[in-house]
C-alpha cells in the first residue's frame, strides 16, 4: 500500500502538550491518535513496523523451541485468589473486575496466574521440561 493511500491527516504545528517529543511528532505526522493519556490508536505505518517486530521475535524465539501462547485478557477470580494478589490489586485500583451470574472475573493487568496455571495443567512429570512459554500481546 502506498503511504499517500493511507488517508494520513498531518498538522502543520505541533500541538502543546506533555507529551514526549516523539510522541508529539507522532501525533503531528498523524501516525497516533491519542484519546486519552496512555491511550492511543496506531495509524498503519506504526501497525506494519509492530508486525515486523513481532516477526523478529517469533523467529527468535522458535530458534530456541519456545511455544507461543495467547492468555485471555478476562479471568477468573480464583486465579488471582490462588496467588494471593486479588485484594492488592484491588485495593490499588490496578485491576477492574465484574460480577457475572457464573462468576466473578477481572480484566488482567498482567498474565502470571493465567500463564501458571495453563504450564501446570501441561507438565506432568520433570520429564516434560524445560518449557519455555511466551505471549506477545497489547496492554
Do not use: H
Not at 64 to 89: I, N, T
Amino acid at each position: 500500500m502506498r503511504l499517500s493511500r493511507g488517508s494520513i491527516a498531518t498538522a502543520k504545528n505541533r500541538l502543546a502538550s506533555d507529551e514526549m517529543l516523539s510522541q508529539q511528532i507522532l501525533l503531528q505526522s498523524g501516525q497516533v491518535k491519542r484519546y486519552a493519556a496512555g491511550i492511543y490508536a496506531k495509524n498503519t505505518f506504526l501497525v506494519k513496523a509492530q508486525a515486523n517486530i513481532e516477526k523478529v521475535i517469533r523467529t527468535t524465539l522458535e530458534r530456541y523451541d519456545c511455544v507461543e501462547v495467547v492468555m485471555p485478557l478476562l479471568q477468573p477470580k480464583a486465579l488471582w485468589e490462588s496467588s494471593g494478589r486479588w485484594d492488592k490489586y484491588n485495593q490499588s485500583g490496578q485491576m477492574f473486575y465484574c460480577d457475572m451470574p457464573n462468576g466473578t472475573y477481572c480484566m488482567a493487568p498482567t498474565a502470571e496466574e493465567a500463564m501458571l496455571d495453563f504450564v501446570q495443567s501441561m507438565v506432568r512429570s520433570y520429564k516434560d521440561l524445560p518449557i519455555n512459554v511466551y505471549q506477545i500481546g497489547a496492554k
